[in-house]
């Protein structure tokens, strides 16, 4: 098994009541609840609107993102899987599509340093 990283893009549902906003989520907690279950969950988050973006030989300090709100990742997943096509399998059940968000899955690059 390998880790592989699930990148949530976009997906957004700013003027959704407190209510809808409570059963999306709960959506969300009873899909990683499954992956918990199956033992295939290893850690995600949302991540927070605000950023800073470091860019440059100078590396300057800028407020960002500044993409569209359709390409922002707003969150991530690592599970196990045996392969990316596993993985990608498992994203498909993912909450986000009913919003019209998108997930990348992504191998993350084991370089023996955990």
Same mark, same amino acid.
């Given at each position: 098994?390998?880790?592989?990283?699930?990148?949530?893009?976009?997906?957004?549902?700013?003027?959704?009541?407190?209510?809808?906003?409570?059963?999306?989520?709960?959506?969300?907690?009873?899909?990683?609840?499954?992956?918990?279950?199956?033992?295939?969950? !290893?850690?995600? $988050?949302?991540?927070?609107?605000? &950023? %800073?973006? =470091?860019? /440059?030989?100078?590396? !300057?300090?800028? $407020?960002?993102?500044?993409?569209? &709100? %359709?390409? =922002?990742? /707003?969150?991530?997943?690592?599970?196990?899987?045996?392969?990316?096509?596993? &993985?990608?399998?498992?994203?498909?059940?993912?909450?986000?599509?009913?919003?019209?968000?998108?997930?990348?899955?992504?191998?993350?690059?084991?370089?023996?340093?955990?």
């Amino acid at each position: 098994m390998k880790d592989y990283m699930f990148l949530f893009i976009g997906g957004e549902t700013p003027d959704a009541s407190p209510e809808q906003m409570q059963a999306e989520m709960q959506k969300w907690f009873d899909w990683i609840g499954q992956m918990r279950e199956r033992g295939i969950y !290893v850690a995600g $988050d949302p991540l927070e609107p605000q &950023a %800073k973006t =470091v860019s /440059g030989i100078d590396k !300057v300090i800028s $407020d960002g993102p500044f993409a569209e &709100a %359709k390409e =922002v990742v /707003g969150g991530y997943i690592i599970i196990k899987a045996s392969d990316i096509d596993s &993985a990608a399998h498992e994203a498909r059940n993912c909450p986000i599509f009913a919003n019209g968000g998108r997930v990348e899955v992504r191998s993350v690059l084991d370089l023996g340093m955990n």
